[in-house]
C-alpha cells in the first residue's frame, strides 16, 4: 500500500493539488505564520531533508507523483505533524491510498515516483 497526502493550492487561475512539500516550502515565506510554527515548520522540515532520500538529481521525473510506502512509519507520523501545522493555515489536505500508484520509476527505503495510471486517482 502507498501513502500520499496532497494540498489543494488555489490561485485565481486553476485550483491543483500539490504534495504536501511544495505547500510547506511555500509557506517557509509566508508573513503570516507564527513564529512557533514557523519554527517547528523549519524543524520538521529539516527532519525529511536527514531521513527521507532525495531522488538523483541526473534523472528526469517528469510527471512523476511521489507517495509514501505504508510500512515506513516513522515516516508518516512526521507527515501527519507536519499536516497539524499545513492545516492551522487553512491548507486543506487529503491523503490517498493506493496499491497501484501507477508506473514506478524511483523507488527506495520509503517511497516510490510514479507516473500514475489514467485511474490512479479515480
Known amino acids: 500500500m502507498y501513502i500520499r497526502f ?3 493550492d488555489v490561485t485565481e ?5 500539490t504534495g504536501m512539500f511544495t505547500t510547506a516550502y511555500d509557506m517557509l515565506e ?3 505564520i507564527d ?9 520538521t522540515l529539516c527532519w525529511f531533508e536527514r531521513e527521507l532520500p ?26 501527519w505533524f507536519l499536516i497539524e501545522i499545513l492545516k492551522r493555515y487553512d491548507h486543506d489536505v ?6 497501484k500508484p501507477g ?4 523507488e527506495d527505503d520509503h517511497q516510490v515516483g510514479a507516473v500514475p495510471f489514467r485511474d490512479t486517482f479515480a
Not at 487561475?13 to 493539488?17: A, D, E, I, M, T
Not at 513564529?35 to 524543524?43: A, I, V
Not at 532525495?54 to 515516516?75: L, M
Open 103 to 106: 508506473y514506478i520509476i524511483y
Open 94 to 99: 487529503r491523503m490517498i491510498k493506493s496499491n
Open 6 to 8: 496532497e494540498s489543494r
Open 54 to 79: 532525495v531522488p538523483p538529481a541526473q534523472k528526469s521525473y517528469g510527471h512523476c507523483v511521489f507517495w509514501f510506502k505504508s510500512e515506513s512509519t516513522e515516516i508518516t507520523n512526521h507527515a
Open 30 to 32: 509566508s508573513p503570516d
Open 35 to 43: 513564529p512557533e510554527d514557523l519554527r517547528l515548520l523549519k524543524k
Open 13 to 17: 487561475v486553476c485550483s491543483q493539488f
